[in-house]
């Protein structure tokens, strides 16, 4: 009974949804406010509806209503508390669940912050908000409904894959979903833009905070998932560049291009278009992303169940997003307007190199994720693009990216000196250049790919510093003024992220080119060597988990006779699957090396076979994109995103002129 | 309309397309390359028999099928009705019990029916790679050359004996023929000529 | 609607897990026996390509990763013919002749797959000339505004003095 009453609450949000999508529009074309005010009102009934909905579901894995079909077939008696409750969005149709709720956040957060915003805008933004909700909310309640029943309801369920009851599933999903349907909003905003007839800088004010706080989602949700795949798998991979990752990646490229982008639209009125576009285009790749994760249409590890019919209906969406967009920017983008003038060297002319840069990359991933899917629509053979093309095409692509990151904030908005570029950041190139040229040689091998993204990361990382420094000025001022004009969120938070960002590529370049693997065979007692550590195993024992037995390996890692850690990797049977065993690597982790041993089977005798790592600067990995994540949440706390004053001005001026570019309108 | 707008639109719609196409196709179905090639070579020993060799040689000579299999693959269990029939119905079945006990596959082939003429055990999969199997039942048709000329991934059914495999064991067998009259028509107006020649000379 | 569609659904899904399922799915590490090399060269050239090679059964792994029968076949071809003497392209050919293309991760440089290595070079010519487009053609707007005739009028009315 409950379970209908959450497929009611479902319907009934997706009644709002449409209602959402018409009122509001309704009254920005007839110019009725009460119309307008409808918006918050229904963004918040469907956060009610679907919060009653998703609550629903959670209570029936709680109580393992085995008669939910979707409960049976993602749950099980013996499956711990936290995983049945994680199990919510281990299937299709409950991530779908959880996707919508999320967009309902979204929704009811922009009815709440946007109290600045004018009114026109914001029903516009709402009603835009509301069809994107009405297209995957009636994908649910049509094709993917999580509340069917199944007649007579099953004994037992058939718990969710084990290599999911983990806690790298109780972050992942719902960080990377935040982000995903962020984007939603940013292309809301765009075409509240567009429908308005206005893209101006205090536009682009509005929309930054959402699009920066979208993409902090993305990034963390993908470093999640990067994370757990590296711990989890048993073999230290990190990255697949797998069809789904990819897919996730596509949209984070975008949103970090818009993010840039944008700063320019509101410092200067520029990059209209490219903001524009932008923002469509990272909503539409994350349809796309959907698409390619629960179609079918392309093979992958992390694909749900697919099915040609539910495939049908996202691309109907997709195809609605796209040309629906192109529709409105055909119609209304000749009233958008340019931006100020700047010259050829220039802070806007390197933004527009990043942007460029990005959207090439974005490209570059995208062809190679669908290509084997073209030749194989047009005959043209079967073949497969996998790690060794996307490694190869994707690092050029980034290095002139990463030389663009120091140089950007030294250079002058509008016009800038060569020259004087130069004599600021020199000291800061040289010292690059001897890292780059040293830091390999403490590791190994000098390889030239290493040493290049070595300085382009010491780069990022001096011309940083320098550029903190030059703010904090000289000693004319008491510290404490000082201080606060440095510690400026927007400004530090670039500052962090950029650094984030520049230990990732350290962390990357050093993993690639010195990490060890070795296969070894080990009894009991036996010690063996690689890359510097000593690793004995010291016995083999049997442990019981929750809904799992496994056989334990205890390791003792030393390095030089000083011990180091004891891992205890473990080869786990399954209660609901004991034939396929699975992998639980265990590993030490500190500031400059992670060593990870996985238990492979019993060879003959008492014999266990290993695969031992050593991977160098990995912490770096991940403590680099928590300060990417950090960098940017910083940012998008700015005060002046707040600031009343800041809205009043704002509102009073947006009501008389048409924005900050130069006197004369040039239609584009 | 502006180009500005054409490109993006011909852009979009292509992808659209090919997203629509791809959804009706199977992504895991792998044509084989081995197609029109010549039956890879093997030695493997004989099911029944661990002292008697088999090579390639032993499956080819006529038109026949090869069928990959293995008492721990079930969908194999239920292509074997078929496989019954087509056996009695004089196409002969040759096979591979790929990565597979002897006894369990002897087993399975006393307590059922056996449809295959001939068997090579191939427990650790070597022939299976040079064959190019990768999933089991998998089904190939040879010619009498022994040129594969068939390969199905996965059981067969009904439909497809009577679409595919039936119709192409026909025109094999036609070819066989006609290749075999033509080589004793060849031989007798050799045999012919050689006694005239023979007549000429004496 | 919905419901007279499960059921055959769920046996097509159901059958093509049954049939895949031993060669495939399971998840524990392929570790086996570790394998010994005569030269570095050798393990080099094995290591490189069990990542290279892409299993046939699973849903995306390279063969290293995989813990599939087929995989752990593959994998042990590959060694053979590594200690055989036989280069890196020998055998990727001796696989791709037997499964086709579709067993390279690294997509070969053919005919059908020219656009495919082409295309990041291609991107980044476009995107490079679009750049010096907007920076070159904003410079051109910046520095030459026209005149109309009747404000060139003014301007020369202004300048002498009327």
Redesign the interface.
């Known amino acids: 009974m409950v379970a209908e009453l959450g497929n009611f609450a479902l319907i009934l949000a997706l009644c709002l949804a449409v209602v959402q999508s018409v009122l509001p529009l309704l009254g920005t074309y007839f110019d009725n406010a009460r119309l307008m005010r409808t918006g918050r009102f229904l963004a918040t009934g469907q956060f009610v509806f679907l919060s009653l909905s998703l609550a629903v579901l959670i209570w029936a894995f709680v109580v393992s209503d085995f008669s939910v079909r979707y409960v049976a077939s993602h749950s099980s008696l013996s499956q711990p508390a936290i995983y049945k409750v994680t199990a919510v969005w281990g299937g299709h149709e409950g991530s779908l669940l959880l996707w919508v709720w999320l967009l309902a956040v979204w929704g009811v957060a922009v009815a709440i912050f946007s109290r600045s915003l004018p009114r026109e805008m914001l029903a516009r933004v709402l009603a835009v908000l509301g069809m994107v909700s009405v297209g995957f909310l009636a994908f649910t309640v049509f ?1 993917s409904n999580p509340f ?1 029943r199944i007649v007579p309801g099953a004994m037992d369920g058939r718990g969710m894959n ?2 999911l009851q983990d806690p790298g599933m109780i972050l992942h999903p719902p960080l990377l979903y935040m982000g995903y349907v962020g984007t939603a909003v940013v292309f809301a905003f765009a075409i509240a833009a567009l429908l308005g007839g206005r893209l101006d800088a205090a536009w682009a004010r509005w929309s930054r905070p959402w699009t920066t706080v979208a993409w902090v989602f993305l990034t963390l949700g993908i470093a999640v998932g990067s994370w757990w795949a590296y711990y989890e ?3 230290g ?1 990190w990255w ?1 560049w ?2 789904v990752e990819n897919a996730s990646f596509l949209p984070w490229l975008t949103a970090t291009a818009l993010i840039h982008s944008l700063a320019v639209t509101e410092k200067r009125g520029g990059f209209k278009v490219w903001t524009l576009m932008l923002a469509i285009l990272t909503f539409a790749l994350t349809v796309l992303g959907a ?1 390619i994760v629960r ?7 992390h ?1 749900f ?1 697919t ?3 539910r ?2 209906f996202i ?1 109907g969406m ?2 609605l997003t ?2 629906g967009s ?1 529709t409105v ?2 119609w209304r983008a000749p009233k958008v307007g340019l931006g100020g ?4 060297y220039s802070r806007e ?1 390197l933004m ?2 990043n942007n ?2 990005l ?2 990359a974005c ?2 991933v995208f ?2 994720t ?2 084997p ?5 047009f005959g ?10 996307f490694d190869t ?1 994707f690092a ?2 980034m290095l002139p990216l990463l030389f663009l990151i120091g140089l950007g904030p030294a250079v002058m908005w509008k016009q800038a000196n060569p020259s004087d570029t130069f004599r600021q950041l020199r000291w800061a190139l040289l010292v690059s250049v001897i890292a780059g040229g040293v830091w390999p040689l403490t590791m190994g091998a000098w390889q030239p790919m290493t040493a290049l993204s070595l300085m382009l990361a010491s780069w990022i990382i001096l011309t940083a510093l320098l550029d903190i420094h030059k703010r904090l000025g000289s000693g004319r001022q008491p510290l404490s003024i000082r201080l606060r004009k440095v510690m400026r969120p927007s400004f530090m938070g670039m500052h962090l992220a950029h650094m984030g960002l520049a230990l990732i590529v350290v962390a990357i370049a050093m993993v690639n080119t010195y990490e060890v693997e ?4 080990m009894e009991p007692g036996q010690t063996t060597s690689a890359a510097g550590f000593d690793f004995t195993l010291q016995r083999m024992e049997t442990v019981r988990g929750p809904n799992w037995d496994a056989d334990q390996a205890v390791v003792d890692v030393s390095r030089d006779g000083r011990p180091v850690a004891t891992l205890l990797p473990q ?1 786990r049977y399954y209660d609901t699957q004991p ?5 639980q690597a265990s590993l030490n982790r500190s500031a400059t090396r992670d060593v990870y041993v ?4 019993r ?1 003959v005798g008492d014999a266990w ?3 031992l790592y050593y991977k160098p600067y990995m912490f770096w990995m991940w403590s680099g994109a928590i300060l990417l994540a950090l960098g940017g949440l910083l940012a998008a706390s700015d005060r002046r995103y707040r600031l009343a004053s800041n809205r009043a001005v704002d509102t009073r001026r947006s009501a008389g002129t048409q924005g900050s570019g130069p006197a004369r309108e ?1 239609a584009t | 309309m502006n180009l500005r707008l054409l490109i993006p639109l011909v852009a979009v719609s292509a992808l659209l397309g090919l997203l629509f196409l791809g959804l009706g196709m199977n992504s895991r179905d792998l044509p084989s390359p081995l197609v029109g090639q010549p039956a890879p070579a093997f030695q493997l020993e004989a099911l029944e028999d661990p002292g008697r060799m088999l090579t390639e040689q032993d499956f080819i000579g006529e038109v026949a099928l090869v069928n990959v299999w293995a008492t721990w693959c079930s969908t194999c269990r239920s292509e074997k009705p078929l496989l019954m029939e087509l056996a009695r119905g004089g196409i002969p079945i040759h096979a591979f019990n790929y990565r597979d006990e002897r006894d369990a596959a002897l087993r399975y082939l006393n307590v059922s029916d056996n449809p295959y003429q001939t068997i090579a055990y191939d427990p650790r999969g070597d022939a299976g790679i040079d064959w190019g199997v990768y999933a089991t039942p998998e089904t190939y048709v040879l010619d009498a050359e022994g040129i594969i000329r068939y390969k199905r991934i996965g059981p067969l059914s009904r439909q497809l004996l009577l679409d595919e495999v039936l119709p192409l064991v026909e025109k094999l067998r036609a070819e066989q023929n006609r290749m075999e009259q033509n080589s004793t028509e060849q031989a007798r107006v050799e045999g012919a000529s050689r006694e005239q020649r023979r007549v000429a000379q004496s | 609607m919905k419901r007279r569609l499960i059921v055959p659904l769920m046996g097509i899904s159901l059958l093509l897990v049954a049939w895949l399922l031993p060669a495939g799915l399971a998840m524990a590490l392929a570790i086996g026996e570790p394998i010994a090399f005569e030269t570095e060269a050798q393990q080099r050239q094995y290591q490189t390509l069990v990542r290279e090679l892409r299993c046939t059964v699973c849903q995306s792994e390279t063969i290293h990763e995989s813990n599939a029968e087929l995989a752990a076949d593959m994998r042990r071809r590959v060694y053979d013919m590594t200690l055989a003497g036989h280069d890196a392209d020998a055998i990727v050919d001796f696989m791709v002749q037997r499964y086709g293309d579709y067993v390279r991760y690294r997509p070969p440089l053919q005919a059908n797959t020219a656009l495919l290595w082409a295309s990041p070079f291609l991107l980044l010519l476009v995107g490079t000339l679009a750049w010096w487009r907007m920076i070159v053609g904003r410079k051109r707007m910046v520095q030459r505004p026209e005149f109309t005739e009747q404000e060139r009028e003014t301007l020369q009315r202004l300048r002498s003095g009327e």
């Open positions: 094709t069917e084990p290599l798998l048993g073999w991979g697949f797998d069809p698409f179609s079918g249409v392309i093979t992958s590890v694909a169940a099915d040609p019919e495939g049908v691309l997709l195809a796209l040309l192109l920017y055909a003038s700047f010259a050829w002319s527009m190199a460029v840069l959207t090439v490209a570059a062809i190679g669908l290509y899917l073209a030749l194989d629509a043209l053979g079967k073949i497969s693009v996998g790690p060794p093309y095409v050029p692509l070795r296969d070894v065979r080869r034939g396929n065993p699975m992998n996985s238990l492979g089977e060879l076979s290993f695969r040039v």
